[in-house]
């Protein structure tokens, strides 16, 4: 379990770097983007996965807070945003032994889609007990990914806000 808190810090880097970018499809009118201070967008994260660990409702969740990053988002060239526009990720883990993955995964998809998150993608690992959902919330935009771990002793929580402009248009400290 010493390599939990690396790993953990790898994924968040590889978050980090995979998701600085806009997903959606370049067009003429720009998204309107969300005002919203950071620590509103931090708090709503640690409600996501809350939310998260109460649908799974087994394993051992990580005692530790979540790992709380933001990062720059990209603007429409590709390019970081100059208007302070930035996203917040979460990060956090369930220990849970591997062969319970796949069914805890599906029962907490189920109760996820139930609260009003929206499923983006479920599909099993091509082990025979792994597990990966993607989901959203249609409300904040953000999203959500839930997923047995390489190693499959622990289930890995990534959380994901929309891009966010801050109020007073600097990129948050």
Do not use: F
């Not at 989901?135 to 959380?159: C, E, K, M, N």
């Amino acid at each position: 379990m010493k390599r939990l808190p690396s790993v953990l810090a790898a994924v968040g880097l590889l978050l980090l770097a995979a998701g600085c970018t806009d997903e959606e499809p370049k067009s003429e009118k720009s998204p309107i983007l969300q005002t919203r201070p950071k620590a509103d967008v931090e708090q709503a994260t640690r409600r996501h996965i809350a939310a998260i660990i109460q649908a799974v409702g087994e394993g051992k969740p990580d005692p530790n807070p979540p790992q709380i990053l933001h990062a720059p988002c990209d603007g429409p060239n590709g390019e970081t945003a100059s208007d302070g526009r930035y996203y917040v990720s979460g990060l956090s883990h369930i220990t849970l032994p591997g062969e319970q993955h796949r069914a805890v995964v599906t029962q907490a998809r189920d109760k996820l889609q139930a609260q009003g998150y929206q499923v983006d993608e479920y599909r099993d690992l091509p082990t025979p007990t792994g597990a990966e959902l993607r989901l959203s919330d249609p409300q904040d935009g953000s999203s959500v990914t839930l997923a047995s771990s390489g190693d499959r002793i622990w289930l890995a929580l990534i959380v994901r806000s929309a891009c966010i402009l801050p109020p007073d248009g600097n990129y948050p400290d």
